[in-house]
């Protein structure tokens, strides 16, 4: 009686059971396997190769992989230049929308707006627009007598490149310029004042109280910036594709063509990994940045 | 330390005028309170003479210099905030510095006078702490060192006590009168509250719809109001004002029941002029409970039926009827009173005011 009891769990883990059961079957497992088959040579056209056990094998091959490396830093040059970019744009967008006196609403609206889009939208807007030949910038360009060269905006490699930053900061100024107006919004406006009084020209007031004050806002940013940059697949896939000739390849693109056109699953299973744990690095970064930054001001929240 | 001149200064928002026109003039080292009721401008004065709010009309000058279009940092003055307005990023030590080191001073000169600061303020002890991890007096305090040590030509303070209970208000009062003493900056004090401005100031400006009513040193502004509105604003209970007409010596009141016409006043009201009588709780006691500061001749003595009392402890209110309306007294070395009870109650006529009832300005002349 008393061994049966024992092995009843309690009726919290049973209610939580079907929640849990999901999960598993939709998060962990798939996680799992595809962690474990980062250790295989698994090929999705030979099934069996899943259980040839070759420990770090891909993981080495990764580390001398030079079209690896090249992805990778042409991935961090993106997102070092998206993301300084975006959060320039979006601190100077909240700050002129936050001065506006009328409309403001709308203006805040109209910010959100390319938040709305899908990404892959973004890359079908940004292909069309970048077209050397139909494409509404050289046509604007040829208009206004600029040029009279169709510019090859996504033949070039160093062109594409932009274009797909372009592409990437329009698509997500949105989320610093939301946070960061949250937070001016919040501000104390008689700190500034003090300052004005304490002697501070306008740029000294943005430098030593504007800023420290919306600073922890721009982590938070950085923060969902950082979980969601792969988002930026979307936008180069339909853009360049990686071309022309891997010029713009990125992590992401190279790894969907690791796995799926040379069907080297278990090799892109490991670029993945690599990449992911990065990311987490970087997020991990931001959040440290943010408390210290929260505390900093004395935050509340 | 400087001279400030308000000449014909005008505040407007749009087509709103909120200031309209003002004159004063601060010599230096003074200390000046500007007080008034809610919404009569006071802040905002404040802020046009600190630069924060653009000037509509007229001109200021600070050292005999005209200051309208200069921004803040090029005025030399220092502010103190009501609600602090301490930079919540930064300890006490750099909140204090922040001004020396926006003017480019360095830190080894910084350092010290701070420290010289928060001795005279008792913060040296705080000087590691953020603004959250101070209590309200605390961070009100750091507020003044934010000002001081930057030895300004003048002090802005915007009711820097009226977020703080009454003890502490009390104690930082008598901390604010005596950096004055040390420092010898020119102050422009603004609150709502008689009592600071009363202790504080060399001389007080009371301002009331935009306009100046009356500036004067405390005693002037007590002994001698103005108007009716400076009269009812200074002192605690404010002063007895009571409608009233003048019928050959005598000031009768609406009901009927008079009093002689005061003697200083004999020749400038004639009969039939309407007016208003003021005269303060100080003046109107029972008969062996107050001090006439005229001669005996200008007391007038009758009998006053006691409606409620508010024993203070050294003195007692006394509420009672008189011309149809209810007069607060004061009663010294009080012995208790039953609500109800007729007393002998002394009228020190010397020391009432007859206001012109259409204007509210005194008849004193
Ligand atoms: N930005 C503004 N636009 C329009 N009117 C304003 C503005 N700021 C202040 N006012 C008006 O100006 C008047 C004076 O305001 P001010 O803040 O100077 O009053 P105050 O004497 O300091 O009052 P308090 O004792 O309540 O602080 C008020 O009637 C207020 O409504
Ligand atoms: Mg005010």
Redesign the pocket.
């Known amino acids: 009686m008393g061994a049966l009891k024992r092995l009843r769990p309690s009726t919290p883990f049973l209610l939580l059971l079907p929640a849990i059961v999901v999960l598993a079957a939709v998060v962990v497992v798939p996680l799992l396997l595809s962690f474990y088959s980062s250790f295989t040579p698994f090929r999705l056209t030979q099934p069996a190769s899943l259980f040839n056990f070759v420990g770090f094998r891909n993981y080495g091959r990764i580390l001398t992989d030079v079209e690896f490396w090249t992805a990778f830093g042409r991935t961090v040059l993106l997102l070092t230049v998206a993301l300084n970019a975006e959060m320039l744009l979006g601190l100077g967008l909240a700050m002129l929308v936050e001065k506006a006196t009328a409309g403001q609403r709308l203006l805040r609206t109209i910010m959100m707006f390319p938040m709305m889009f899908s990404p892959i939208l973004v890359g079908f807007q940004f292909k069309f627009m970048f077209n050397d030949n139909i494409g509404l910038i050289n046509n604007a360009l040829q208009s206004l007598g600029l040029t009279d060269q169709a510019i090859p905006w996504l033949i070039d490699g160093t062109l594409a490149f932009w274009a797909i930053v372009v592409a990437e900061v329009w698509s997500s100024t949105s989320i610093f310029a939301i946070l960061i107006l949250a937070g001016l919004l919040a501000m104390p406006k008689e700190p500034i004042e003090a300052a004005r009084v304490d002697g501070c020209t306008p740029w000294q007031t943005f430098r030593y109280v504007t800023w420290p004050f919306v600073m922890p806002f721009a982590y938070i940013a950085m923060t969902i910036r950082s979980l969601d940059v792969a988002r930026a697949y979307d936008i180069v896939k339909i853009m360049t594709d990686g071309g022309p000739a891997k010029r713009t390849e990125l992590l992401w693109t190279l790894i969907s063509r690791t796995a799926y056109a040379d069907a080297r699953m278990g090799l892109a299973n490991a670029m993945a990994y690599f990449a992911i744990f990065l990311s987490i690095l970087f997020t991990v970064y931001f959040f440290r940045k943010l408390a210290a930054a929260r505390t900093q001001i004395g935050a509340e929240w | 330390m400087a001279t400030v001149s308000l000449q014909k200064l005008v ?1 407007r ?2 087509a ?1 005028e ?2 309209h026109g003002i004159d004063l003039e601060v010599a230096d080292r003074e200390f000046i309170a500007l007080v ?12 046009m003479i600190a630069g924060l709010e653009p000037i509509s009309g007229g001109n200021l000058k600070i050292g005999g210099r005209i200051v309208n279009d200069l921004p803040p940092r090029a005025r030399n003055i220092s502010m103190v905030f ?1 609600s602090y307005a301490l930079y919540p990023h930064m300890t006490v030590r750099e909140n204090m510095g922040f001004s020396l080191k926006i003017a480019g001073m360095k830190s080894e000169e910084i350092a010290p006078r701070v420290e010289e600061a928060a001795r005279t303020l008792d913060l040296t002890h705080l000087l590691d702490r953020r603004p959250s991890q101070l209590s309200g007096g605390q961070r009100q305090r750091v507020a003044m060192g934010r000002a001081i040590v930057r030895n300004p030509d003048v002090f802005l303070f ?2 820097p006590l009226s977020n703080l209970d009454a003890k502490l208000r009390t104690q930082l009062r008598t901390e604010i009168k005596k950096l004055h003493a040390k420092v010898q900056s020119t102050v422009i004090y ?1 609150t ?1 509250d008689q009592v600071e401005a009363m202790t504080l100031a060399d001389r007080i400006v009371i ?1 009331r719809d ?1 306009h100046i009513e009356q500036v004067g040193t405390p005693e002037e502004v007590f002994q001698r109001p103005a108007s009716k509105f400076v009269a009812g604003f200074i002192g605690s209970p404010p002063m007895n004002l009571k409608d009233a007409e003048i019928a050959d010596g005598r000031v009768v009141f609406v009901n009927g029941d008079s009093l002689p016409l005061p003697r200083r006043f004999a020749d400038r009201v004639t009969a039939g002029r309407k007016v208003t009588f003021g005269l303060r709780p100080d003046d109107l006691y029972p008969a062996g409970h107050g001090i006439h500061s005229g001669q005996e001749a200008d007391v007038h003595k009758a009998d006053l039926r006691v409606s409620i009392t508010e024993p203070l402890g050294n003195e007692t209110l006394v509420f009672s009827e008189h011309g149809g309306a209810e007069w607060v007294g004061r009663m010294l070395n009080p012995r208790r009173l039953r609500a109800g009870e007729t007393l002998p109650f002394c009228f020190d006529l010397s020391q009432a005011h007859l206001f012109d009832r259409e204007t509210g300005r005194t008849l004193r002349g």
């Open positions: 505040k928002y749009g709103l909120i200031v008034g009721p809610s919404g009569c401008g006071k802040s905002t004065t404040l802020r009501q915007d009711e603004v709502h301002m935009g």
